[in-house]
């Protein structure tokens, strides 16, 4: 099946830096990315979609200053989690589909700690 | 780390048979979490289950969670067409102080009227 890289698979960063993570899909265009955010004990939570080539559509309530999502190539996606604070510690992850597929592929997830 | 397997990997059916999709994980799961993707879709949350045994209903589909909280099941009855898509099942992994969701594969499913 399809892969996608998600990188880093951790982070820990202070109070007030930005953070990036990167989605990439290694077999596939992926002209799709989804980007989720994971609370402890709950479900995935959809943050926004991604086309590439476009601005991301943001769910309700996912402030796109604070998350910033780039599109910018078939095989890559980043999420940027601007002047991060304690309460944006969280698991990422992100899925990738090609134009017209079935299905979407997972990324292993990131875990992102701000102290 | 964590593995969790989803088996079969496609699944075609004739309109108004029945699904069942299996998945198995190598630890004990504290709980387990179903997603459904429609073609061209993302992966929206189905349910949770959480106890030993436990069995949830959601008109057709039925989910189940081992008596060992290390295997589930998901069998619809009846399929319609709008049952097509993917189901994910997915378990959380809990290492070195964080915890995040392990996903399976997938079952791809498709429905012939």
């Known amino acids: 099946g399809a892969v996608v890289s998600q990188h880093p698979s951790w982070v820990i960063c202070k109070s007030g830096t930005s953070v990036k993570i990167e989605c990439r899909s290694l077999?596939?265009?992926?002209?799709?990315m989804f980007w989720y955010r994971q609370f402890p004990k709950q479900s995935l939570m959809l943050m926004a979609t991604?086309?590439?080539?476009?601005?991301?559509?943001?769910e309700q309530g996912v402030e796109k200053d604070k998350f910033l999502i780039n599109h910018a190539s078939l095989t890559l996606s980043t999420l940027t989690v601007t002047s991060a604070h304690p309460e944006d510690s969280s698991f990422y992850i992100c899925s990738a589909s090609s134009q017209g597929a079935f299905e979407a592929f997972f990324g292993q997830g990131t875990r992102l700690t701000v102290v | 780390g964590q593995q969790v397997m989803q088996i079969p990997q496609y699944q075609h059916v004739q309109e108004g048979e029945d699904f069942t999709t299996y998945c198995n994980s190598s630890?004990?799961?504290?709980?387990i979490q179903w997603y459904k993707q429609r073609p061209g879709g993302h992966p929206v949350f189905l349910i949770q289950?959480?106890?030993?045994?436990e069995v949830k209903k959601q008109k057709r589909l039925t989910f189940q969670f081992g008596e060992a909280k290390k295997n589930s099941s998901l069998h619809i009855t009846a399929t319609q067409t709008t049952d097509v898509g993917t189901y994910f099942c997915a378990g959380p992994y809990s290492g070195a102080g964080s915890y995040q969701l392990t996903f399976g594969k997938g079952t791809k499913l498709s429905v012939i009227p």
């Open positions: 630890t004990t799961l504290s709980n």
């Open positions: 991604s086309n590439e080539g476009s601005k991301a559509t943001y």
């Open positions: 289950l959480v106890k030993s045994g």
């Open positions: 077999d596939f265009q992926a002209t799709t």
